[in-house]
C-alpha cells in the first residue's frame, strides 16, 4: 500500500460557466427540468473523468450542487423553513423558493461561508423541528460516478455538528437535543452509501477550526461514537479546514478512520501539534498541503518537505494527500487563459493545476524525490521568474507605502462637527432615500460591453452608451423621488474587476469564474504586482451624471479590504502592505472627485468581515489594519466631503467599534436578508454616526409591499435617531431587472415618505 492522492471537492461551474448558464435558463423558463437535469449530468460526469484522468485516488462525489450545499444538506434531512413547507418538499421548485424567495415568501438568509467569498443558505431551525430524511442525495452521484466512469467515489456530506452550528433560529440549550435526532439520520445515509459499495465517505466538519468548548468537543464525541457504532467498513474521513485545531488531541482521537487537516492556513500549529502530540497509528492522515484558496503555482519542494515529515509520523499507507479545502474557491483550469502573459501564466495554479501538483507530490513520496526533481526545479523556476519581475519592484510605490509607516491617518474634523457641515452643504431631508451603487446590468448593458471588448464598437461609441444609460436613470431616480442618486455603474463589469483594470499590478482572466452565491459568479483580478493609479478610474461618469442633477451623486468606490478580499493576491509580501498599496491609489482617485465636484463619496467594505480570521486572538490585528487601510484611502478629504461605506453580512455587534473607527459619515449595512434581526445590536449598543439598514433583500426577484418596507424603517427607529437614519437596499441592484427596480424603489420612497410623515408630526405634536 502507498500514499493515496485525494481531492475534496471541485469547482461545479465548468470551465466556461455552463452550470451558471443552464441554471438562469431553466430559471427563465427557456429550457424544462429534464434538460436541465441532463446539461448538469454531462458536466459532472466531465468533471469526474477529468480528476480520474489527473491521476486522483480518492474523487469526490456529492460535492456538486444545484445552488449551495449547505441547502443541500439542510433540505435533505427535512429542514425546511416553514414558510415553505406547504411546498413539494422534494421538488426543484421548493429546493429554489428557499434560495431565492418567491411572490409570496422570503429568501432564507445568505451569508458568508466562514472567512471566504462564497455564499451560502443558513438553515432554519427551531426548538420544535423534527428532521427527517427526505431522501439520500448522495446516493444517485455515487452510483453515478460508478456506473459510468467506474469510479469509487469519495461522497462529501456536511457533518451533523457544523450544519446545526451554521444554522439560525433554535435555542442553544435545545443544541444537543436536534443533534440527537440528527444523527440517526446521517447514519442512514452512510449505511446506505456503505451497502452500495463506498469505501470512504468525507464528513465535514469546519467549525472545529473555529473556537470551541470543552461541551463542543463533547458533542463531537458523542456524535462519532454513535456513528462509528453502526457502521462496518465505511471509512469515515472527518475533514477541517480553512485553520488549525484547537482541541487537537481530542480531535485525532474521535473514533473515525481518518483525520483531514489544513497544513496551509494554520500558519504552522497543525504541524506543531502533530509533532507534540504524534498522530494515532490507526488512523489515516488526509493532509492538506496544496492552498485550495489560492491560485499561485506551490513551493513544491517545500511541500514535499512538510510531507516527508508527516510521513515519519504517518505510515505511508495511512498518509494522503490533497489540497487544503474544496477547490470551489478556485477557477478550473489555467489552460484556457490565453491572453495572459507567460511569465504571469506560468506562475499561475488552478483546480485542475493543482490536482496536478497533489499528483505530483503522491509521486514523490511513493517513488522518492529524484524521480519529480526536474519538475520541481522547472516549478521553482517559474515562480522565481515573477519574483523578480519589474512589475514587483516599483520603487514609486514602495517608496509611498514606506512613508506612510508610523503615520495614523486622521480626519481634519470629528464627526460631529463635520455632521453640522454636511447638513448645511447637502440640505437632505429626514430618512434621506438612496441606493447602494449598482443598477440593473441589463442584458443591453452586457451586450454593450461585449461588445465593445471585442472591438466592435469604439472607445467613443462604448462611451456614448454608458451615459444614455446614466441619464436615462439619472432621470429614473428623480421621477422615483431618490434624495441622493447614483451614476449606476453600466461601465463596470464588476466592483473589483473594474478598479483593478485601471490599476497596474492587476491582471485579468478570461475564463477563471468562481462562484460567488447561487448562480452569481466572479471573476476575480490577480494582484501579482506593485499597485498605481496611473489616471482617474471613475471620475468622467460621475461627474457627468452630477451635471445632469440638482442632487447630489455619490462617487461610488470600492475599498481597499474589499479589493483585497475579493481578488488573487500575491503571496510575496504581507497582505497588509498590499491593502496600503491600494488604499494609496484609492486616496488620489477620491482627490480627483473632490477636484470635479464630487462631495458625497462611497467608499464599500462590503468583505471586512469576512477577511476576519477565525481565530479571535489573530482577529484584532486584522482589524486594526483594516481602519488603517480605510482611514489611509479617505481620511485626507475636505470637511464638507461626506464619506459613506457599505457592509454585508456584517453582524454589525461583533465589529461595533471597527465600524465606529473607520470614522465614516454614514454607513450602510444589509439587514432585509436576515429578516431585521441586525436591528436588535442597536438595542445593546450605541451609534452616533449616519447609518442605513437595508429595507428589502436585492437578492430576491421578490418587490416588497411599502408597508412591509415601512415596518423595518420603524423598527430600526426605535433604537435610532430618526436624524442619523438613511433609507435603502440590502446592496446593489445589479442582478435585478429594470421593472422589479423601479417598483421597488418606488415603494422605498413612499415608506420613507410615509415615515418621514409620522417622524415629523410626532415632533410636532412633542413641541406643542
Not at 448558464?21 to 429534464?34: C, R, S
Request: glycine share 6%; net charge negative; proline share 4%.
Amino acid at each position: 500500500m502507498m500514499t493515496k492522492s485525494s481531492n475534496l471537492g471541485y469547482p461545479r461551474i465548468g470551465e466556461k460557466r455552463e452550470w451558471k448558464k443552464a441554471l438562469e435558463q431553466y430559471w427563465k423558463g427557456n429550457i424544462g427540468e429534464q434538460e436541465l437535469q441532463t446539461e448538469l449530468e454531462n458536466l459532472r460526469l466531465y468533471d469526474l473523468k477529468k480528476q480520474k484522468d489527473l491521476g486522483i485516488d480518492l474523487i469526490p462525489v456529492g460535492d456538486f450542487s444545484l445552488y449551495d450545499h449547505v441547502l443541500d444538506t439542510a433540505v435533505m434531512f427535512g429542514l425546511i423553513p416553514e414558510r415553505f413547507q406547504h411546498q413539494d418538499e422534494k421538488s426543484l421548485q421548493t429546493y429554489f423558493d428557499i434560495a431565492r424567495g418567491n411572490k409570496d415568501a422570503v429568501a432564507s438568509e445568505m451569508t458568508k461561508w466562514f472567512n471566504t467569498n462564497y455564499h451560502y443558505i443558513v438553515p432554519e431551525v427551531s426548538s420544535e423541528t423534527e428532521p427527517r430524511l427526505v431522501e439520500n442525495r448522495l446516493l444517485p452521484y455515487f452510483l453515478e460516478a460508478k456506473e459510468k466512469h467506474g469510479i469509487i467515489g469519495k461522497p462529501v456530506l456536511l457533518g451533523p455538528v457544523s450544519l446545526l452550528k451554521l444554522a439560525k433560529g433554535y435555542e442553544n440549550k435545545d443544541f444537543d437535543k436536534l443533534v440527537e435526532k440528527l444523527v440517526p439520520l446521517y447514519i442512514q445515509v452512510l449505511q446506505q452509501l456503505e451497502l452500495a459499495g463506498a469505501e470512504w465517505v468525507q464528513i465535514d466538519e469546519p467549525i472545529l477550526a473555529t473556537t470551541l468548548t470543552e461541551y463542543d468537543i463533547n458533542v463531537f464525541k458523542k456524535v462519532y461514537q454513535s456513528i462509528d457504532s453502526k457502521l462496518s467498513s465505511l471509512n469515515v474521513l472527518l475533514q477541517t479546514y480553512f485553520e488549525s485545531v484547537d482541541h487537537y488531541e481530542e480531535v485525532v482521537s474521535l473514533p473515525v478512520a481518518g483525520i483531514g487537516l489544513d497544513f496551509v492556513h494554520d500558519e504552522g500549529a497543525n504541524l506543531e501539534a502533530l509533532k507534540k502530540y504524534g498522530f494515532p497509528a490507526d488512523k489515516s492522515l488526509a493532509a492538506g498541503i496544496i492552498n485550495g484558496r489560492n491560485i499561485w503555482k506551490d513551493d513544491l519542494n517545500t511541500s514535499l518537505t512538510v510531507l516527508e515529515t508527516l510521513r515519519s509520523f504517518v505510515n505511508e499507507d495511512r498518509l494522503i494527500v490533497q489540497p487544503s479545502c474544496s477547490l470551489l474557491h478556485v477557477p478550473v483550469t489555467v489552460e484556457t487563459e490565453y491572453e495572459l502573459h507567460p511569465q504571469l501564466k506560468n506562475a499561475l495554479a488552478f483546480a485542475d493545476q493543482k490536482l496536478e501538483e497533489i499528483n505530483l507530490l503522491t509521486e514523490g513520496l511513493n517513488k522518492g524525490r529524484q524521480t519529480v526533481e526536474k519538475k520541481l526545479t522547472d516549478q521553482a523556476h517559474c515562480r522565481e521568474q515573477l519574483w523578480k519581475s519589474a512589475s514587483r519592484n516599483n520603487e514609486d510605490v514602495q517608496k509611498e507605502v514606506e512613508f506612510w509607516k508610523g503615520v495614523e491617518p486622521t480626519r481634519e474634523q470629528h464627526f460631529a462637527k463635520r455632521q453640522t457641515i454636511h447638513q448645511n452643504f447637502f440640505n437632505l431631508p429626514l430618512l434621506p432615500t438612496t441606493t447602494i451603487g449598482s443598477l440593473p446590468q441589463t442584458t443591453d448593458i452586457r451586450q454593450g460591453r461585449l461588445k465593445w471588448r471585442r472591438g466592435d464598437w469604439s472607445d467613443a461609441d462604448y462611451q456614448d452608451f454608458v451615459e444614455a444609460n446614466i441619464k436615462e436613470w439619472v432621470a429614473r431616480q428623480e421621477e422615483i423621488g431618490l434624495d441622493v442618486l447614483i451614476h449606476g455603474e453600466f461601465e463596470r463589469n464588476d466592483m473589483v474587476e473594474f478598479f483593478g483594470e485601471k490599476l497596474d499590478g492587476f491582471a485579468f482572466t478570461r475564463y477563471a469564474w468562481v462562484q460567488s452565491y447561487g448562480s452569481r459568479c466572479v471573476k476575480p483580478p490577480i494582484i501579482y504586482g506593485d499597485i498605481a493609479l496611473t489616471e482617474p478610474m471613475t471620475v468622467k461618469e460621475i461627474s457627468f451624471a452630477q451635471s445632469l442633477t440638482e442632487k447630489p451623486v455619490k462617487g461610488m468606490l470600492t475599498g481597499p479590504i474589499t479589493i483585497l478580499n475579493w481578488s488573487f493576491v500575491r503571496e510575496d509580501i504581507s497582505e497588509f502592505d498590499v491593502t496600503k498599496q491600494i488604499a494609496l491609489a484609492l486616496q488620489k482617485e477620491i482627490r480627483a472627485l473632490e477636484e470635479n465636484q464630487i462631495h458625497m463619496i462611497q467608499v464599500d467594505e462590503p468583505a471586512l468581515r469576512e477577511g476576519l480570521p477565525l481565530k479571535p486572538k489573530k482577529q484584532q490585528q486584522y482589524l486594526d489594519e483594516a481602519v488603517y487601510a480605510f482611514k489611509l484611502a479617505t481620511s485626507a478629504v475636505k470637511n464638507e466631503t461626506q464619506i459613506h461605506t457599505h457592509m454585508c453580512y456584517s453582524e454589525f455587534g461583533e465589529i461595533m467599534n471597527t465600524i465606529d473607527e473607520l470614522d465614516a459619515d454614514v454607513i450602510s449595512i444589509e439587514a432585509a436578508r436576515s429578516h431585521g434581526e441586525l436591528i436588535a445590536d442597536f438595542e445593546e449598543q450605541s451609534y452616533e454616526k449616519g447609518i442605513g439598514l437595508g429595507v428589502y433583500d436585492i437578492h430576491s426577484p421578490r418587490v416588497p409591499e411599502v408597508e412591509e418596507m415601512e415596518r423595518y424603517i420603524l423598527r430600526a427607529l426605535k433604537v435610532l435617531d430618526p436624524r442619523q437614519f438613511w433609507v435603502n437596499p440590502d446592496c446593489g441592484l445589479k442582478t435585478r431587472d429594470v421593472t422589479e427596480t423601479t417598483e421597488a424603489l418606488t415603494n422605498m420612497v413612499k415608506a420613507a415618505h410615509h415615515v418621514r410623515e409620522k417622524v415629523e408630526q410626532k415632533s410636532m405634536a412633542n413641541k406643542g
